[in-house]
C-alpha cells in the first residue's frame, strides 16, 4: 500500500517538474529589464513572412510604445540601455503617422537615422529575401523611462 | 507729531508702491522706482527721527533676538515666468545693544514649475523645482529707542543659493546648485518691541552678485536618453516684504 502511495507520488512530483521545466524553456526574456512584459503574437519565433506582413502584438498601459526592426540580435547594457542602434533598421512609435496600438505592417514603418535616432520618414523598411531578422517591441512611461519590453523574436523574411 | 510724521510717511510709501504696482510697466522701470520709493521712505522715516530729538534715553541693556517670519518677493523674476512666485520662510536669532542689532538670518522659498522637454514623441511635461535660499548677517540701526513703534533701517550681505531639480527619471542627479553673495538694503517697524514678542514688518532689497543658472531637459531620438541644455540665466534681484513674529530677551 505505502508503495503504491511512494509511486504516486513520485509520478506526481516527476509530472510537477516537467511542467516547471517546460514553461520556464518557453518564457523567453524581455529585451530590457522591465517589471511588465509586452507579447509578441505574430510573426512567432523564427517564423518565415513575406509581402506586407503584419506584426501583432499585445501592450500594457505604456504611453509612448516602440516597435522596431533589428539585423542582428539586440542587446542591451547594465545600464538598461541599447548598445547596437546601428542593427536597427526600422520601426514606428507612439508619435508617427499610421500608428495603431497592437498591429503593424511593414509597409507602414520607416527606416531608422542612426545620426538621428529616429524612423525618420525616408521611405518604409526594405528587408532582403531569405535574410534572418529580429523584432521587438517596449514601452516607455510619460517620462519616456521604459516600463515594459517584449522579448526578441527572430524571422526570416522570403519572396 | 514726530511718530505721526513716520506713520504718514509710512502710509504715502505703502500707496506709491501699490500705485506703482497696479500700474508698473516693465521690470527694470519698475525695480529702478521701487528702490527709489524704499530709499525715499528711509530718508522719511530718518528725518522724522531727527526732528524728534534725543529726548529719550537709549537702553543700554542687551537684547537677545529670535524670530520667525514669511516674506514675498513683490519685484524681479518671481514674478515674471521663471518660476511661480512662493512665501518664503525666515528664521532669524541675534543680539542688539543701544540702536544697534546684529542679526543672522535665513530665509527659504520652494517653488515648482511645470515644463516641457521636447522629444521625438511631442512635448512630454515635467516639473521642476526651485529652491532660493539666503543666509545672511545684517545690521539694524533703530531709528528711535523706548516707542511702541521702532522704524529701523540697515543693511544685510551673505550668500544666496539656487537648486533646480526636476523630476525626470534622474531625479535629483539632474539638479544644478549655484552660489552667489547677496546683499542690499533694509528698512521696516517694530511693534511693541519692549515686550517678550513683538511684531516686525520690513522690506528689504536683495541684489545677487550674478544671476543663476537655470537648464531645461529634451530627449532627442527614439533612444529615451535625456540631455540637460543650458537656458537662460535667471536674474532673482527682488524687493521683498517681510513680517513675522520676534521674541525678545532683555538683560
Not at chain 1, 48 to 60: C, L
Not at chain 1, 81 to 87: A, K, Q
Request: charged share 20%; net charge negative.
Amino acid at each position: 500500500m505505502y508503495d503504491n502511495i511512494l509511486k504516486n507520488l513520485i509520478i506526481f512530483s516527476s509530472a510537477i517538474l516537467l511542467l516547471v521545466i517546460s514553461v520556464s524553456c518557453d518564457d523567453q526574456a524581455s529585451l530590457f529589464d522591465t517589471d511588465r512584459e509586452s507579447r509578441l503574437i505574430s510573426p512567432e519565433n523564427k517564423e518565415e513572412i513575406s509581402g506586407d506582413a503584419e506584426f501583432r502584438y499585445s501592450s500594457y498601459d505604456a504611453k509612448y510604445l516602440i516597435l522596431a526592426l533589428f539585423s542582428d540580435y539586440p542587446s542591451v547594457n547594465s545600464d538598461n540601455r541599447l548598445t547596437n542602434w546601428e542593427d536597427c533598421i526600422g520601426g514606428i512609435h507612439t508619435n508617427m503617422p499610421y500608428f495603431t496600438r497592437g498591429v503593424c505592417r511593414l509597409s507602414i514603418m520607416q527606416s531608422y537615422d542612426v545620426d538621428k535616432n529616429e524612423f525618420n520618414g525616408n521611405g518604409p523598411v526594405i528587408l532582403d529575401y531569405n535574410r534572418k531578422y529580429y523584432w521587438c517591441v517596449w514601452g516607455l512611461d510619460e517620462q519616456l523611462r521604459i516600463i515594459e519590453s517584449s522579448p526578441v523574436y527572430e524571422f526570416t523574411y522570403v519572396e | 507729531m514726530s511718530k505721526n510724521n513716520i506713520i504718514n510717511s509710512l502710509e504715502l510709501g505703502c500707496q506709491s508702491i501699490k500705485i506703482y504696482f497696479v500700474n508698473g510697466g516693465n521690470y527694470l522701470k519698475n525695480q529702478f522706482i521701487l528702490v527709489l520709493i524704499l530709499l525715499f521712505f528711509i530718508v522719511n522715516v530718518d528725518i522724522s527721527a531727527e526732528s524728534k530729538g534725543k529726548e529719550d534715553d537709549t537702553s543700554n541693556n542687551i537684547r537677545i533676538m529670535l524670530g520667525l517670519g514669511a516674506s514675498y518677493p513683490l519685484t524681479g523674476r518671481f514674478l515674471n515666468d521663471t518660476f511661480d512666485n512662493s512665501i518664503g520662510l525666515n528664521i532669524f536669532a541675534g543680539a542688539g545693544y543701544q540702536s544697534f542689532d546684529f542679526i543672522c538670518e535665513f530665509s527659504h522659498y520652494s517653488s515648482k514649475k511645470e515644463m516641457e522637454a521636447v522629444s521625438s514623441f511631442g512635448n512630454i511635461p515635467y516639473n521642476k523645482t526651485y529652491k532660493y535660499e539666503l543666509l545672511a548677517l545684517s545690521v539694524r540701526y533703530r531709528l528711535i529707542q523706548n516707542s511702541n513703534i521702532v522704524p529701523y533701517a540697515g543693511a544685510f550681505a551673505g550668500v544666496s543659493s539656487l537648486d533646480i531639480y526636476d523630476d525626470v527619471y534622474i531625479n535629483k542627479d539632474n539638479s544644478i546648485n549655484s552660489c552667489r553673495y547677496c546683499f542690499g538694503p533694509v528698512a521696516g517697524i517694530l511693534l511693541f518691541p519692549n515686550n517678550v514678542v513683538n511684531v516686525f514688518v520690513e522690506m528689504k532689497y536683495c541684489f545677487n552678485g550674478n544671476s543663476f543658472s537655470d537648464y531645461n531637459l529634451s530627449n532627442r531620438g527614439i533612444a529615451g536618453a535625456w540631455r540637460k541644455d543650458e537656458s537662460s540665466k535667471i536674474n532673482l534681484n527682488a524687493l521683498y516684504v517681510v513680517g513675522g513674529l520676534s521674541c525678545t530677551i532683555i538683560y
